[in-house]
Antibody, heavy 126, light 110 residues
């Protein structure tokens, strides 16, 4: 079964740190871009970051640049999100998602996020 | 920076057709993806690359793009279609590039 499972969420004070993990199984993890997407309570989806198959390219939403770091370990089929200098507005559910697509004619064609975990909850509060 | 605009809510009677729009500058030239999210659940990919459906997704769902608007159409709406729906685009013209989600539309089945 193709799946991703997040872990590492919890309650942290403003300014604190957390490291989220995402364990992938049932597919060749090293063949896919991967993303983190978050959702504040009662709000919509917000993409946070993504990382290329080999980790050589990383992109971030402006609000987390310099504070969050996405990484992966293909040998362990795992994706990570190191979150530092956390703010109250970082509170929410964090989802790990497989970023589907394919390469053709020198271009990467993106097919959206086709596999999602159930999420891990991050609460930033004093 | 690309902004995707969705109506906050759409209501439709069972058996009717629901159309959920996603507005964005020159969106007809972009690949728009659509997701469904039910309360307490993770999002599910419904439509990718404007019109394609992943395996297992009902043929009642379809996507289209024209001008500055993409549309998700759900025909023969059922009670089980009640959910939040999000559009998504990869904004490759942004530096650095990024995924952008619409604000979401709550579909209510009357």
């Amino acid at each position: 079964e193709v799946q991703v499972v997040e872990s590492g969420g919890g309650l942290v004070q403003p300014g604190g740190s957390l490291r989220l993990s995402c364990a992938a199984s049932g597919f060749t993890f090293s063949n896919y871009w991967m993303s983190w997407v978050r959702q504040a309570p009662g709000k919509g989806l917000e993409w946070v970051a993504n990382i290329k198959e080999d980790g050589s390219e990383k992109n971030y939403v402006d609000s987390v640049k310099g504070r969050f770091t996405i990484s992966r370990d293909n040998a362990k089929n795992s994706l990570y999100l190191q979150m530092n200098s956390l703010r109250v507005e970082d509170t929410g559910m964090y989802y790990c998602a497989r970023d589907d697509g394919h390469y053709g004619s020198g271009t990467y064609y993106r097919y959206g996020m086709d596999v999602w975990g159930q999420g891990t909850t991050v609460t930033v509060s004093s | 920076s690309l902004v995707l605009t969705q109506p906050p809510s759409v209501s439709v009677a069972p058996g009717q057709t629901a159309s959920i729009t996603c507005g964005g500058n020159n969106i007809e030239f972009k690949s728009v993806h659509w997701y469904q999210q039910k309360p307490g659940q993770a999002p599910v990919l419904l439509i990718y690359y404007r019109t394609d459906r992943p395996s297992g997704i009902s043929e009642r769902l379809s996507g289209s793009n024209s001008g500055n608007t993409a549309t998700l159409t759900i025909s023969g709406v059922k009670a089980g279609d009640e959910a939040d729906y999000y559009c998504q685009v990869w904004d490759s013209s942004s530096d650095p590039p990024k995924w952008v989600f619409g604000g979401g539309t709550k579909l209510t089945v009357l």
